[in-house]
Nanobody, 125 residues
Framework: QVQLVESGGGLVQAGGSLRLSCAASGRTFSSYGMGWFRQAPGKEREFVAA????????NYADSVKGRFTISRDNAKNTVYLQMNSLKPEDTAVYYC??????????????????WGQGTQVTVSS
């Protein structure tokens, strides 16, 4: 198992930026793909972005493509989500997640075995 701790959430005005971080421990970080998901009040958890073990492959939800960037630093056991041009509809709790036994990207919640506690992002209009 891997333990994940997110940070960097907060309140920001529309058009602003935030950078989320997710620190991992407990397993060799470079062994697995990582992802970010979000859940808004009253809605199901949804995929935001994913990155392969080396960082060479990424995938984004259409709603954030061109505004969000996922990256990772395997030396620091950390994955990041840079969020620019934020919109009120980006308001949600953001979760990072680690795949169970794969180095590759996935957009499916069921493919991720370990989850952080979440960090709140609120975008005001």
């Amino acid at each position: 198992q891997v333990q994940l701790v997110e940070s960097g959430g907060g309140l920001v005005q529309a058009g602003g930026s935030l950078r989320l971080s997710c620190a991992a421990s407990g397993r060799t970080f470079s062994s697995y793909g990582m992802g970010w998901f979000r859940q808004a009040p009253g809605k199901e958890r949804e995929f935001v972005a994913a990155i392969s073990w080396s960082g060479s492959n990424t995938n984004y939800a259409d709603s954030v493509k061109g505004r969000f960037t996922i990256s990772r630093d395997n030396a620091k056991n950390t994955v990041y989500l840079q969020m620019n041009s934020l919109k009120p509809e980006d308001t949600a709790v953001y979760y990072c997640a680690a795949r169970a036994n794969s180095r590759y990207i996935s957009t499916m919640i069921a493919d991720f075995a370990s989850w952080g506690q979440g960090t709140q992002v609120t975008v005001s209009s």
